[in-house]
């Protein structure tokens, strides 16, 4: 582009330097035309007014005879000087100079009046000579050479310094031409680079940010445009994890759920198959299957019921009907309900909430939460031992309720499970318990969720358990 720039201004300047030498030289042709069409008139006035103050008549001897006078009188008269030539080319005066060997000169001889310019170094000077008619014939020639120095030296002075000047703005567009295209292309080259980078995932701000001008605006823009595609991706990445969770969680629960519909399944089909198979003879074994099956397909249907009511009750936000709930008065109610429970295990719970306050939830959800996690602790808490259940709130409005036991807590490896529908930790506490589903905890998850909050789980191996829900602001 620099390069292409270049040459135009080039060409420009050099049409420009050859067009005004053009006009000089026809201006100076023109200039001296003039001073010797000039001069010609004076040498023929004068020639003709010499003879007339003489009363004589112009003629071939009288030409030769006063030579020596008209060169002098017709010098004066155009202030150079002046040669007289008989029609043979011959001096006729002492005052002369050499003969000249010049075109105007033998030009005049033949009868034709021309000038020649002559160039010797600084010297210049130009020869007019005009032939001298008496009765139609040439007599003589009249031979003027002017000093044309002071404008030949005028010319190339002027000439000069026209050059000079187109060579000066020339140098000047030139160093503009690259100073302007290394702001420009520098900048310009730095972002399509930035440009690039940030095409392979790697970007850097650009230091042209705080320029006031176009490559500014297009940083700026640029520095803009870059952060909305940073934040999308961000976007798109969160969702990203959030739909691989969602569907790492929906497929433990299937396995889950079909984990636990396989086993009433298993023990039905088995003991159809051995009934048909042993017809009615054997009695016992009749009864037996007989009540096996319906207890199994009770459970069964149990089962169906639980993951009915857990996908709907967890999960649909219009179930959820948000009111003004006295927290602690639900906690200490809670508490209250499950003494019947606890009391056959001779656990002994302990109810801390503190003062009354107001909390914005869905009663029967709260409720159903609450009843859960404290279920498990008397559950899994162990015979003869304390739960604790305490409701604090902070002095910025933070909720949250702990729910201890002294039971054999929960290992290390099924912490991250036990939140999983259907998960439960296999062992002797499960066998005690044969009711369980292993629902509890993905419904307390999934109630605290919705109320803004999260459950967490602390246990100790042997030390017991401390479930900790976070509740939202309600
Ligand atoms: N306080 C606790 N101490 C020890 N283990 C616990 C405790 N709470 C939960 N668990 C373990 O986590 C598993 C999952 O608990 P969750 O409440 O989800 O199901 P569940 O109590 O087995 O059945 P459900 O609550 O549906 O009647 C339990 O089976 C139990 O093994
Ligand atoms: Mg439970």
Same mark, same amino acid.
């Given at each position: 582009?620099?390069?292409?720039?270049?040459?135009?201004?080039?060409?420009?300047?050099?049409?420009?330097?050859?067009?005004?030498?053009?006009?000089?030289?026809?201006?100076?042709?023109?200039?001296?035309?003039?001073?010797?069409?000039?001069?010609?008139?004076?040498?023929?006035?004068?020639?003709?007014?010499?003879?007339?103050?003489?009363?004589?008549?112009?003629?071939?001897?009288?030409?030769?005879?006063?030579?020596?006078?008209?060169?002098?009188?017709?010098?004066?008269?155009?202030?150079?000087?002046?040669?007289?030539?008989?029609?043979?080319?011959?001096?006729?005066?002492?005052?002369?100079?050499?003969?000249?060997?010049?075109?105007?000169?033998?030009?005049?001889?033949?009868?034709?009046?021309?000038?020649?310019?002559?160039?010797?170094?600084?010297?210049?000077?130009?020869?007019?000579?005009?032939?001298?008619?008496?009765?139609?014939?040439?007599?003589?020639?009249?031979?003027?050479?002017?000093?044309?120095?002071?404008?030949?030296?005028?010319?190339?002075?002027?000439?000069?310094?026209?050059?000079?000047?187109?060579?000066?703005?020339?140098?000047?567009?030139?160093?503009?031409?690259?100073?302007?295209?290394?702001?420009?292309?520098?900048?310009?080259?730095?972002?399509?680079?930035?440009?690039?980078?940030?095409?392979?995932?790697?970007?850097?701000?650009?230091?042209?940010?705080?320029?006031?001008?176009?490559?500014?605006?297009?940083?700026?823009?640029?520095?803009?445009?870059?952060?909305?595609?940073?934040?999308?991706?961000?976007?798109?990445?969160?969702?990203?994890?959030?739909?691989?969770?969602?569907?790492?969680?929906?497929?433990?629960?299937?396995?889950?759920?079909?984990?636990?519909?396989?086993?009433?399944?298993?023990?039905?089909?088995?003991?159809?198959?051995?009934?048909?198979?042993?017809?009615?003879?054997?009695?016992?074994?009749?009864?037996?299957?007989?009540?096996?099956?319906?207890?199994?397909?009770?459970?069964?249907?149990?089962?169906?019921?639980?993951?009915?009511?857990?996908?709907?009750?967890?999960?649909?936000?219009?179930?959820?009907?948000?009111?003004?709930?006295?927290?602690?008065?639900?906690?200490?109610?809670?508490?209250?309900?499950?003494?019947?429970?606890?009391?056959?295990?001779?656990?002994?719970?302990?109810?801390?909430?503190?003062?009354?306050?107001?909390?914005?939830?869905?009663?029967?959800?709260?409720?159903?939460?609450?009843?859960?996690?404290?279920?498990?602790?008397?559950?899994?808490?162990?015979?003869?031992?304390?739960?604790?259940?305490?409701?604090?709130?902070?002095?910025?409005?933070?909720?949250?309720?702990?729910?201890?036991?002294?039971? #054999?807590? @929960? &290992? *290390?490896? $099924?912490?991250?499970? /036990?939140?999983?529908?259907?998960? =439960?930790?296999? !062992?002797?506490?499960?066998?005690?318990?044969?009711?369980?589903?292993?629902?509890?905890?993905?419904?307390? #998850?999934? @109630? &605290? *969720?919705? $109320?803004?909050?999260? /459950?967490?789980?602390?246990?100790? =191996?042997?030390? !017991?358990?401390?479930?900790?829900?976070?509740?939202?602001?309600?």
């Amino acid at each position: 582009m620099l390069l292409s720039f270049t040459l135009v201004i080039f060409i420009g300047l050099l049409s420009l330097l050859l067009v005004s030498v053009k006009i000089t030289e026809q201006n100076v042709s023109r200039l001296i035309d003039r001073d010797m069409v000039q001069t010609k008139k004076t040498v023929d006035l004068y020639l003709k007014q010499y003879f007339l103050t003489r009363n004589m008549v112009l003629s071939a001897g009288s030409f030769h005879t006063e030579a020596d006078g008209l060169v002098k009188e017709l010098g004066s008269a155009v202030g150079s000087t002046v040669s007289i030539y008989d029609s043979k080319g011959k001096s006729l005066s002492d005052l002369n100079g050499p003969i000249p060997d010049t075109s105007d000169f033998s030009g005049a001889l033949q009868g034709g009046i021309s000038y020649v310019v002559s160039q010797s170094g600084a010297d210049s000077t130009i020869s007019l000579s005009s032939p001298v008619l008496a009765n139609g014939a040439v007599i003589g020639v009249v031979r003027v050479v002017k000093d044309n120095a002071a404008l030949h030296d005028f010319t190339n002075r002027f000439l000069f310094a026209v050059k000079w000047i187109a060579a000066a703005i020339f140098a000047l567009v030139f160093i503009t031409a690259v100073f302007l295209s290394s702001r420009l292309t520098g900048p310009i080259g730095r972002l399509s680079g930035s440009l690039k980078d940030f095409s392979n995932g790697r970007y850097e701000p650009l230091p042209f940010n705080r320029r006031t001008d176009e490559i500014g605006d297009l940083a700026r823009a640029f520095h803009r445009m870059a952060e909305k595609i940073e934040e999308q991706m961000d976007v798109i990445k969160r969702e990203r994890d959030t739909l691989l969770k969602t569907q790492k969680m929906s497929k433990t629960f299937f396995d889950n759920v079909t984990h636990e519909l396989k086993t009433p399944l298993t023990i039905i089909s088995g003991y159809a198959q051995t009934m048909r198979e042993n017809g009615f003879h054997d009695k016992p074994f009749f009864d037996k299957g007989i009540k096996y099956i319906m207890d199994e397909s009770r459970r069964l249907n149990d089962k169906v019921v639980q993951i009915l009511e857990m996908s709907t009750a967890a999960s649909r936000q219009s179930d959820y009907r948000y009111e003004q709930v006295n927290l602690p008065a639900l906690v200490r109610e809670v508490c209250t309900d499950m003494t019947v429970k606890a009391r056959k295990y001779k656990i002994d719970i302990r109810c801390e909430t503190g003062a009354d306050f107001n909390y914005r939830g869905d009663r029967e959800k709260l409720r159903e939460m609450l009843i859960n996690v404290v279920d498990n602790a008397v559950k899994y808490g162990g015979v003869d031992s304390t739960v604790t259940v305490s409701l604090k709130k902070t002095d910025t409005g933070k909720v949250t309720i702990f729910v201890s036991d002294q039971g #054999k807590g @929960i &290992a *290390e490896e $099924h912490i991250e499970h /036990v939140f999983e529908p259907f998960y =439960r930790v296999s !062992g002797e506490s499960q066998e005690r318990e044969r009711g369980s589903a292993g629902l509890g905890l993905a419904l307390v #998850k999934a @109630i &605290a *969720e919705k $109320h803004g909050g999260s /459950v967490k789980l602390a246990s100790t =191996r042997s030390a !017991g358990t401390q479930v900790i829900i976070e509740m939202g602001e309600g």
